[in-house]
């Protein structure tokens, strides 16, 4: 009797102490989870705000870049043009990023021929059937008076032509041209003008996005200023998206700490013009091929079909994939805790290719998980029903009618009828669902695909305002020689302009590729050396040799990539800089005027007030070279010590 009772006992104290270590666990488990969920972070990961500064190598800013400013004021007497030799209307096809270095290129070709511009139409909006009626075309994404007003010293801009005019363009009374891809001034000079001055209308098709060569003459400086004008002040969003932006970023540094974005540049047009098919698998090769093939068949490419996807990986003309990303955020040393913003309206592949990333930063999120549908359908605005794309079942039959045909048939019995045919649900009918398992040819778009592309434009421009924001900015695929603009250029230039000390990564993909090479076999935990090797080549890039050399290859593309050294200026008392010219003797830094008397004494005044220290190391931060062994022991006897907030160190004898 009494060992039973002992036996009782222990089994009781047992499961006491079960259910004691499953609480723990699940406490602490709740305790170090951390993510982002609708509006707000779990803080408990998060670093608690003022206990420590940012560590300056990570989030800036850099102390080599801080003495630039933002000033694309004119250098040179700029009176608004007194004569008009007409009206120039223009039609802009293409996504985000064409759309905005597009208008800026119409305003700079405009103020050259001493011409009024009407308001460009975005022809992604006016295609689309039953979108908001509130927004027209270019006020779909952008505030027209204050476009009109901001620009009102430079270029006379009017909503509409007059209503004769008006009736004589629906009667194509008037020429159109489209000019090829980065056209001279003196095309327009010598073709355009003449023509305009004739007829008074002329209207220009952009299709490439850059319907102005990117690099102007010396003697059109002011014209490079005048687009930094367009682009980064009077192309302003609606109050809507700035709205919704403003929130955003708000969201995301409510821990009281920054946030990183990141654009990964998977875009199928992307991938299928330089040949990245094999980097995907099933399905999404045959799609990326098939878009391939389309543009051999335009001429927009000019190789064959079947290209070495490896081979043009190495040799930098393929993005990063988000896990290299991840691993080189790992290397430069950010904590899992970072806050990653994910900008851009599609990442081809889908979650699946975010998975690995989202392992390493279970903080990345983006305008989904930071807004409610609530208020992205406001942005959106009252739309209209389209009519389904499903098949519908035939009519009822009467009993009249069925009777007969029961009559019709042949002799009894009959055979049982076939079952139904299964149904086709509405998400088999959107994107390649609906035909790629079925047919060889992609169907044309869809009202619905039209509409989901005007949708694209306005999470692009909420992208690219919280993307501006950043603490800092991390480009999967930029600088990608296809010659046309790229939105994670579009946003380095334009944080380059606005705050040039901020942290912009801009990585070489091939050296990238090849240190990935070397660690083929165990990426995931990398020697020593190979992750020293990684954080300088990231650190360079952010920093002046990483921008000029990156300058060399967007800036011939798309000036507003890097608007340096013609829209900034540099405060009196910075140290000298030796100038940085191009192969072409262009300056691309270093040749700065300084800036204004009163801009300075502004300048000053925040410095003063904003002149807070800031860490320039990090505690997780790898050990130098020439760090001794004996150094190096101490250093990795106390990385046990630290908290698990940090990046974890590398064992050196890996």
Known sequence: MLLKSKFKLATAIGIMLSMLSLLVHLFLANYSAGGITKYSMHMDDALPFGSRPWPRRLWGPLSTLDHLHPFSKSREPYAAPTKNNG?????????????????????????????TLVIPEIQATTRAKGISPKFKSFSYLYDEEHFITALSNDVAIVHGLP??????????????????????????????????????????IVNGGKCLQSVLPASLEEFQRLRCRVAFHALKFRPQIRALGSQITGRLRASGRPYLAYHPGLLRDTL???????????IHTELIQYRRNQMIKRGTVKEQLAVDSVSRKVGGSCPLMPEEVGLLLQALGYPPTTTIFLAGSETFGGQRMLIPLRAMYANLVDRTSLCSQRELSDLVGPEGLLASDMSHPPPPKSEKKLIEEWKRVGPRPRPLPPPPARPFYAHEKEGWYGWIGENDTEPDPSPIEFRRQAHRLLWDALDYLVSVEADAFFPGFHNDGSGWPDYSSLIMGHRLYQTPSGITYRPDRKVVAALFENVSDHRYHPPRNWTIAAREHLNKSANVEGFISSAMLSKPVSFLSHPLSECSCRTTKSAAVQPVKDSHGRLLFGGEEECPDWMARSLATVSTKNNEPQNEDYEGELPEDDSSPDKQQESDRSDTNKSSEQDEEMDPDD
């Open 163 to 204: 209503k004769d005019l008006k009736e004589a363009r629906k009667k194509f009374k008037f020429s159109t041209v489209s000019p090829r891809n980065s056209a001279t001034p003196e095309y327009y000079i010598t073709e355009v003008l003449p023509r305009l001055v004739k007829s008074k209308v002329i209207g220009i």
């Open 87 to 115: 009206f120039i209307y223009a039609k802009i096809y293409g996504g985000f990023e064409k759309i905005q270095s597009s208008i800026c290129d119409l305003v700079a070709v405009a103020r050259l021929l001493n011409a």
């Open 272 to 282: 299928a013009f330089h040949g990245c098919a094999e980097l995907f698998q099933d």
